[in-house]
């Protein structure tokens, strides 16, 4: 079964600082990665994806993917207390679209 | 203004009984999806459908049963309910041969 391990667990940076958050899949055959933020009481919301190696950057969100190691990450510049959420990783299989397998997330807390 | 409705928002029920947690979308997509998310495991799928019809299955229990009337509808039947049925079930859908997956509010079961 695969398995989509996210680092760490929690995460507290100060408000302007950089929040940089880990994920590795265990399945060779994923294709695909995303992540999702998700507030408190709130459903899942997708942030980013990355289908191919190297970096992406939106904003104050860059992410980067390494396909060889199933390594993905993703950091956040300049930190919002608005940036206060789980944090989801998700892979998925070209073969399998829709089948997301989630990490268990990094819950991010901006203090002031 | 929801594009993805899930109804109820909150659902009590008693051990052994059965309930229908129901998912409308109105973003024009033909896949949809079931997902559980509880304090014990990361968001998991369930099932996909693509054009009304289960495309992926990941759930053991014959117990949960999608239901597709319309394309744009994908309600979930749980059945002879059990305390670990417990979890926050979110319904998603996306445009089929686009990876995104967008996420309804959730219906939070607790079975007593």
């Known amino acids: 079964q695969q398995k989509v391990q996210q680092s760490p667990e929690s995460l507290i940076v100060p408000e302007g600082g950089m929040a940089s958050l880990n994920c590795t899949s265990s399945?060779?055959?994923?294709?695909y990665f995303w992540w999702y933020r998700q507030h408190s009481g709130k459903s899942p919301k997708m942030l980013m994806s990355i289908f191919s190696n190297g970096e992406k950057e939106e904003g104050r969100f860059t992410v980067h993917l390494n396909k060889a190691s199933l390594h993905t990450s993703l950091h956040i510049r300049d930190s919002q207390p608005s940036d206060s959420a789980l944090y989801l990783c998700a892979a998925v299989r070209g073969s399998a679209l829709g089948r997301l397998h989630f990490g268990a997330g990094t819950q991010l807390i901006v203090i002031p | 203004d929801p594009k993805i409705i899930q109804k109820p928002k909150y659902l009590v029920a008693v051990t052994g009984s059965e309930k229908i947690l129901i998912c409308e979308q109105y973003l024009g997509h033909n896949a949809m999806y079931w997902y559980r998310q509880s304090a014990k495991k990361p968001l998991e799928f369930m099932f996909s459908?693509?054009?009304?019809?289960?495309?992926d299955n990941q759930t053991a229990s014959s117990r949960f049963q999608p239901q597709s009337s319309k394309k744009n509808h994908l309600d979930l039947q749980i059945t002879a309910l059990k305390p670990d049925d417990s979890a926050t079930y979110f319904c998603?859908?996306?445009?089929?041969?686009?990876?995104?997956?967008?996420f309804g509010s959730g219906t939070r079961l607790t079975v007593l």
């Open positions: 998603a859908s996306s445009q089929e041969g686009k990876e995104t997956l967008y």
């Open positions: 399945d060779r055959n994923v294709d």
């Open positions: 459908y693509s054009y009304q019809k289960l495309m």
